[in-house]
């Protein structure tokens, strides 16, 4: 467990107010091993994606969709709702839910057993804020710098295993499944297997603290970093309606900046196909056996159809288990197709391994040729015991050259402890609203 | 009661297969009074929107979609699905339903009782055929030039006050439903009010006969005719499967004609607000008050919106009455607002009218300037009964003049019969697979 500090007198713990970054994926995230071919160009301005729970009747899907890894903005609303007419608000909200619908804004509905294995059932609008949260263009200019050079630290953490495996030491001995992930981690630094291609779609979340006016990190997401593909539909919902109501509200859909995550995300796993060569191939998704943010994903594959003519596949770990096969020269096959990508959507809590088959699915995937989405060493350099040892001094120098890299790193960092150390603990306990208590695995949520 | 002869042999009455063509709004539909001013060209040919209800698993909500005014596609259809491998035909499946939830190819699930009310809850696929079905090219030409006359028939019917009451006057005796709709049709004759803009929506509904090969039509709807929006988006995602499926399956996506449905909708009615020359009215839809069909509708709206940027508002005929006020210069208002054009997606049924209120709301909007579409003399010339009157020998001969025009419809002219007719009833007991039951009003289903 890791206890994030926090002094946003604005953001209470139970309204997770956090501003997801959908961070770009460049030269180190997806690279080969020589590093002298970089796909992504570096330190370019990103994109982003930010989704609010808001206050539209979605209370309780709000709180599914924290759990499936949720997204929420922070920030105060640019419109204080109270002082709008109530009958233009529900007209906002009418026509917000239509054009969810219409425009494909959805999840499963929980209340509706078959939606989260069949698509088209049981749908229904997306958890969505109204309208935009206002955000300083400065901190946002800092959060898209931020994204390369975070990437940059997770390819060569991850590169390093055995900083990997020192760190996380104290954690495998209390932790089952971290432990359960350093040994694959363990057996693959046996086997002296390189990850010549790497694949990393990260989101980086923030918290804009009120008393330093700081942009602060709360977490990186290395695995199946989710919303890529409605964070951008809600950006064009909010545009469509300050088109409409921007008048009444003293608001400009051109003040709404692009967002393209959907495309970028799409286009990286493009890339990573292509790199694979093998014309053939398929990119698999590793999917939950339910899962309600199933259209975010269909959003993300339709378009690597669409664009880049590349075929996915859905399979749960346990598919993969049965149908897996590894060939002696490292391919990977499901239900005999050629998988060139895994993009993992699932994998990422103790839930999604019932049983040893999905292990040992995850084993076959990790000793394969495909390119993980992510790695083993990508997930592990995620998780907030590595992201509290990058805190300590000194550690960063030892993956990064840059001083100026370093500083803009250092700058977002907010305090990180573990549980172990009993003076933070004492003070926690005295003074909680002052802290975030988080999980140290992926997943969302805090722990309250 | 009509009786509709039908001698298709590979359609059975149960599986209600009719071919659904989306008439072409123009000059006789939407003119002025003196026909000066053609506001669409005439005769041209018109796309069309085929819906089939498929094998996908939506059999119980087809059955809503035929109570709601529902159009199924007839046909064999192109490819046999008996011989494609089952694999293949559920990725197909899976594409389609996928497909529909991020395109709004949606209806409202009646599983769930807010979905009836309420955008954004309770979605569900709407009732999709797999594939496009095989439809002769000479008949689809055929469909599309008698739209325009058919239109235009409609228009010189709806301008025949006498012969519309008088072909009514025995059915007013047995059909409350219809008697209340001429004594509105009655008083407006009385107040001697000329529409000076009429607008019709319509669809023509077709069978193919199998014995003939002629295209024969079924009915003529010129009330709520359903389906431009979606139909539109069928024409879509199966064009995006041929693109995808279509090696495997020996189909070209090329050759699916094209569908401008919902653009053409929204133009009529867009040109139907502009005549009406204020530019603060807005377009009011006539809904029901629980509609699971609303997206179809939604549809219309947005592009009428996007496209013409004219606003709609939704009310049921309670609330018109409840809302609505006529002023001394016929300016129709509901909640204060100007209403330049109805459009009737309610109001064809019986249970439409559970009480009083609702009569008077179609009273008040018929005496109103706003344009009605359609206006109730519209509606009336749509009837089952008016079709069977067309049908006799020297009828239409005293709408149109053209030879040729009056030729090409009545080879359309499927045998209609009057239940009154006791040789033909006494023909369809002995032989009840030659024909087809309708009921005299509007809202689909046949009677078996």
């Known amino acids: 467990m890791g206890v994030g500090h926090s002094s946003l007198s604005s953001c209470s713990v139970d309204s997770l107010c956090i501003i997801a970054f959908t961070a770009q994926p460049k030269t180190s995230s997806f690279s080969n091993s020589n590093r002298q071919k970089p796909l992504f160009p570096t330190k370019k301005h990103s994109p982003f994606a930010v989704l609010k729970i808001g206050t539209l009747n979605c209370a309780r899907v709000a709180g599914e969709m924290e759990i499936g890894k949720g997204i929420a903005a922070a ?11 109530d009958g233009l608000i529900q007209k906002i909200v009418y026509d917000a839910l239509v054009w969810s619908s219409l425009h494909g804004l959805l999840v499963g509905d929980r209340n509706d ?17 109204l309208l935009p949260t206002s955000f300083p263009e400065s901190h946002w200019k800092q959060a898209c710098e931020l994204a390369p050079i975070f990437n940059e630290l997770i390819d060569r953490v991850s590169l390093d295993g055995k900083f990997l495996q020192d760190s996380l030491a104290r954690t495998k001995k209390v932790d089952a499944f971290t432990s359960r992930l350093l040994d694959i981690h363990s057996k693959i630094l046996e086997m002296n297997k390189k990850e010549e291609i790497r694949l990393g779609l990260h989101r980086s979340d923030y918290m804009l603290d009120e008393k330093t006016k700081l942009l602060l990190q709360i ?11 409605l964070g951008c539909l809600v950006t064009d ?3 469509t309606l300050l088109d409409d109501y921007g008048e009444d509200l003293g608001l400009d859909s051109k003040r709404i900046p692009g967002n393209t995550a959907t495309g970028q995300f799409a286009e990286a796993l493009a890339k990573a ?10 990119a698999m998704i590793v999917v939950q056996t339910e899962e309600r943010n199933m259209y975010d994903q269909h959003w993300l594959c339709t378009v690597l159809k669409e664009r880049y003519n590349v075929r996915t596949i859905r399979k749960t770990l346990a598919e993969i288990d049965s149908e897996g096969q590894l060939l002696p020269d490292g391919t990977f096959l499901v239900g005999g197709q050629a ?25 076959l995937m990790e000793q394969s040729s495909a390119i993980k989405c992510p790695s083993i060493s990508y997930h592990l350099a995620g998780t907030k015991k590595i992201q509290q040892e990058l805190a300590k001094p000194n550690v960063l120098e030892k993956f990064l050259e840059s001083k100026e890299d370093i500083a803009k790193l250092r700058k977002c960092f907010a ?34």
């Open 339 to 363: 998988v060139a990508v895994v993009y993992f959507r699932a994998g990422y809590a103790p839930t999604d391994y019932p049983s040893e088959s999905e292990w040992r699915a995850r084993l």
């Open 273 to 282: 196909w292509t790199e694979y060569n093998n014309p053939r191939a398929v």
């Open 113 to 129: 057993q078959r939606s989260g294995k069949l698509p088209g059932v049981g749908m229904v609008h997306a958890p969505i804020a």
């Open 219 to 229: 977490e990186f997401n290395t695995i199946s970093s989710s919303f890529a593909g």
């Open 75 to 85: 920030g105060k609303p640019i419109v204080d709702l109270h002082g709008i007419d």
């Open 237 to 239: 919902l909010h545009r």
């Open 415 to 448: 305090g990180l402890w573990s549980l172990v150390d009993s003076d933070i603990t004492k003070k926690a306990i005295e003074k909680p609203e002052l802290f975030v208590m988080k999980p140290q695995r992926e997943g969302g949520g805090s722990i309250s």
